[in-house]
């Protein structure tokens, strides 16, 4: 991946972080959080922290990930291994911020909703 960086001359704008303990402020940077799953998922937990974060979430309907991002109420989901899905859908969500801001109040308030009932 550093080869493809240096190729493409992104080094000032790709930063290689590793393994962190606290995800949060690394979370808090992104604008758009991308998990493009195309194995058996249950619910990533980096999914529930990136909607704490605000992030809006872009996934894949692999396993149970469809159950917390509902596409375009919560998040949006593409066809796994779809590249040309995945570029098209996160140039729409960079482009559009009155509708990403609608998602990231919509995700955060499913995902309050979702604990409140199974807290209950």
């Known amino acids: 991946m550093k080869d493809v960086v240096n ?11 590793g393994q962190q303990d606290d995800v949060v402020p690394w979370l808090q940077a992104m604008d758009i959080f991308v998990l493009p ?29 469809a159950e917390l991002v509902r596409h375009g109420v919560t998040g ?19 482009l559009n911020t009155i509708e990403k801001n609608k998602l990231q109040l919509k995700a955060e308030n499913l995902f309050y909703l979702i604990m409140d009932l199974r807290l209950c």
């Open 7 to 17: 190729q493409y001359n992104l080094a000032d704008r790709v930063i290689f972080a």
């Open 37 to 65: 799953s195309y194995g058996n998922e249950g619910v990533p937990q980096t999914l529930i922290q990136a909607m704490l974060c605000e992030l809006i979430v872009v996934s894949t309907p692999v396993g149970s990930i």
């Open 76 to 94: 949006f989901l593409t066809p796994p291994k779809d590249s040309d899905e995945l570029s098209c859908l996160l140039n729409r969500l960079l």
